[in-house]
C-alpha cells in the first residue's frame, strides 16, 4: 500500500476507518460541525489511532476542491490490490463466487453506483479492463458508500483473457445483450457466475462477447430500450441472489 489517497464524504470515510483502519493516516474534520455522524466519525478515528485534525470549511475546500465533502476528507493508502492473476484462483477456492465484469463503463458515478449494488449482491469482485474504463477514483468511492472499501475492483490488461481464465477455474461468464432470446428469468445463474454488462449504448466489444457461455436479455415492456449499466446490474445480480437463495 505505497499510494497515498484522498476520500471524501461521511459514507466513504466512515466505512474506511471501520473496515480498513489501518490504511488511513490522516482525518481533516470540519470545526463547525458537531452532528451525530461527525462524533460517529471522529469517534471511529480514535479507535483507530488516526490523527484527526478540525479544521475550517475553507481548508477542506483547499484539499479537495470542487467537490461535496460533507465536512470531511481523510488521506491514507490504497487498498490492497487483487490482482488479474490472483483472480481465477480465488475464485476457484470460493463456493458458487458472483462476480460482476463490466465492458467499457467509463462514467465515474456508474461504476460507483455498480460497486454499491455489488456489495449489496455478495459479488466476491468487480472486474473492469484498465483501459477505456473508469477507475477507482475518490469521485467513485463517493458514489459508492462504502462499498469500495469492501468490494475488490480488479481492473484487468485483457478482459477478454480473463473470461478465458475464470472460465478455466469453473466459472460460467453470462453475457447482457438487448437481443439474446433468452430471458434473464429463464437462465440458470446459480453457482459459479460472472456476470458481464457493457457500457450503455456500445454493449460488450466483440471479444468479450465471444467468451461469454450464454447471453440473456432483461425484459423491456416500455418504451425505452434500455436501462442504465448500473440499474441493470442490479436487476441481474439481485435476480441471481433470489436464485441461489431459493436453492437453499
Known sequence: MTDALRLYGLHPVLAALRRRPVTVRH??????????????????????????????AAELERLCPGVRHQGVVAEGDALPALTEADL???????????????DGVTDPHNLGACLRTADAAGVMAVVVPKDRAAGLTPAVRKVASGAAESVPLVQVTNLARTL?????????????????????????????LALVLGAEGQGMRRLTRDRCDLLVSI??????????VSVAAGVCLFEAVRQRQAAV
Do not use: C, F
Open 88 to 102: 481465477p484462483e480465488r475464485a476457484a477456492q470460493a463456493q458458487d463466487p458472483l462476480l460482476l465484469v463490466l
Open 219 to 228: 425484459p423491456m415492456l416500455g418504451s425505452v430500450s434500455s436501462l442504465n
Open 164 to 192: 478465458d481464465a475464470l472460465k478455466a477455474a469453473g466459472v460460467w461468464v453470462a453475457g447482457t445483450d438487448d437481443h439474446a432470446p433468452q430471458s434473464l428469468y429463464q437462465a440458470d445463474l446459480k453457482g459459479p
Open 27 to 56: 482525518l481533516w474534520a470540519d470545526a463547525g460541525r458537531r452532528d451525530a455522524r461527525m462524533r460517529e466519525i471522529l469517534s471511529a478515528a480514535h479507535e483507530a489511532g488516526v490523527r484527526v485534525e478540525r479544521v475550517e
